[in-house]
């Protein structure tokens, strides 16, 4: 049977998009609130479409959620117009998810992320509550977004249907049906069309193909949904920090964060000024934060020895660049955030000697089997992002996520936008100061 949860959340979901989106801005449970004597406020009422996407599966945990924040928007801007909801693509097969002795597909977003807050932003729903919604496990039409074949020489938004240059698993069956791994539910769900797009534009540029060429669908996949870029909803913008500021961690996984800062690192909220509110009404300055008092730092190592590797500095170099900071700022903790095998990290505790206490976060099995490499991993960002200094890992968005969390708590940007240099270098270029955008 399925859980009275998502069948009231679902039916939440409709009323709001009934009204639409844009009028719809209440508690969901103000659903429900409708007196006799309410003046009705409906416009005309369109059926909702749902808008599917995923990403190249090369990507990390931490591109994907940038990735989140370009397509959410497009559901924003499409809201505008005609209610759209989207189907949050399940996680699963991260590359860099390498725990093998733990299950880490279909994974729902609630493992990692709060859903009421992501809803604030626009309507979501889980791709089983999509499912639970649908008569039949299908998608309407798929349409996977590639390159031009030709290249191009002056960047110009642009969109074709073209040939595919690669079918990328997607498979015609003698039903007549697409088929396709679609997050590891294959076995049930098909696609009804699968077309290619050659496809140069920023996410908002999409709109008006969804909107007047799929009007007879219900649902629409957009593969390879990196391809739809930030422009206009940039770093730089207040509806890129909307986006990013609505995904604010799941509730279980902060709990934990926040039991180990004060427990190894005394740090609180409230003594350390990071308090949390509900996201759209959080607009906190530069400086409003202090920050627990400890230094964290996040050390990527294994496969960025191989990409970065000049970029970043060896573990026998970090005591020797960290010490200084520790001294300046008077710290004697530090938070460690890394993929390093234990070796290294043990080798760093012992190198910072006896008057500097340094911590990371080891999850029991249990625990690791509950919350998966996503949720430890966010677990780590969101110590980091509660630190007094923090220092980055050169380009690793990882950090850069770190970093964002840290505008949204309102810390001054000189303690957040930093890295270590290589061996070689006392100064290097630091990482750009991606401030907060209200
Ligand atoms: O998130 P991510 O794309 O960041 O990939 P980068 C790094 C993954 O490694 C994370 C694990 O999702 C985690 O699973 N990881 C890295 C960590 N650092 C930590 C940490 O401090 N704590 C924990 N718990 N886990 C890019 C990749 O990674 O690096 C590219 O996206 C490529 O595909 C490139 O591999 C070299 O941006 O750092």
Redesign the pocket.
């Known amino acids: 049977m399925m859980d009275v949860k998502i069948i009231i959340k679902i039916l939440c979901l409709f009323a709001c998009l009934h009204q639409r989106f844009a009028e719809c801005k209440k508690e969901h449970d103000s659903a429900f609130d409708a007196g006799l004597n309410d003046a009705p406020n409906f416009k005309e009422s369109k059926p909702v479409k749902y808008l599917l996407y995923n990403v190249n599966p090369?990507?990390?945990?931490?591109?994907?959620?940038d990735v989140y924040i370009r397509v959410a928007n497009l559901v924003k801007l499409l809201n505008d117009d005609e209610p759209w909801a989207l189907v949050l693509p399940p996680w699963g097969r991260?590359?860099?998810?390498?725990t093998r002795e733990i299950s880490q597909v279909k994974l729902p977003w609630s493992l990692f992320f709060d859903l009421d807050s992501l809803r604030r932003h626009i309507p979501v729903l889980e791709f089983e509550e999509f499912l639970a919604v649908s008569k039949e496990p299908v998608i309407d039409e798929v349409y996977y977004l590639q390159r031009y074949k030709e290249g191009w020489k002056t960047w110009a938004e642009k969109m074709d249907i073209r040939d595919c240059l690669e079918k990328h698993g997607y498979t015609k069956g003698k039903d007549n049906h697409w088929h396709h791994w679609f997050f590891g539910y294959g076995d049930e769900v098909y696609a009804k069309k699968f077309e290619c797009m050659s496809y140069m534009g920023h996410a908002g540029f999409i709109k008006p193909f969804l909107m007047h060429n799929t009007s007879d669908s219900r649902s629409v996949f957009l593969d390879r949904a990196e391809s739809l870029i930030h422009g206009q909803y940039s770093e730089w913008s207040p509806l890129y920090w909307s986006g990013r500021r609505s995904m604010v961690y799941a509730k279980h996984l902060r709990d934990i964060g926040d039991n180990f800062r004060e427990k190894y690192l005394g740090s609180t909220d409230k003594k350390d000024k990071t308090e949390l509110d509900d996201w759209t009404k959080m607009n906190k300055k530069h400086g409003d934060a202090k920050g627990g008092p400890y230094l964290a730092i996040?050390?990527?190592?294994?496969?960025?020895l191989?990409?970065?590797g000049n970029e970043i500095p060896s573990i026998q170099h970090v005591p020797g660049k960290v010490k200084p900071i520790l001294k300046k700022h008077k710290l004697k903790k530090i938070f460690?955030?890394?993929?390093?095998p234990d070796e290294e990290f043990e080798y760093l505790k012992q190198e910072f000697g006896d008057k500097v206490k340094v911590y990371r976060?080891k999850p029991t099995p249990e625990e690791h089997e509950k919350y998966k490499?996503?949720g430890?991993?966010?677990?780590?960002?969101w110590i980091?992002a509660h630190a007094r200094f923090f220092i980055g890992?050169y380009?690793?968005?990882?950090?850069?996520?770190i970093q964002e969390e840290r505008e949204i708590l309102g810390f001054e940007p000189e303690m957040t936008f930093n890295r270590l240099c290589n061996d070689d270098s006392e100064t290097c270029e630091q990482p750009s100061k991606w401030t907060i955008k209200y």
């Open positions: 090369g990507e990390g945990f931490n591109l994907r959620r991260i590359y860099h998810w390498q996040h050390l990527r190592r294994k496969d960025y191989y990409a970065h460690v955030a890394t993929d390093a976060f490499d996503g430890v991993a966010i677990i780590d960002q980091c890992s380009v690793s968005t990882f950090s850069f996520r």
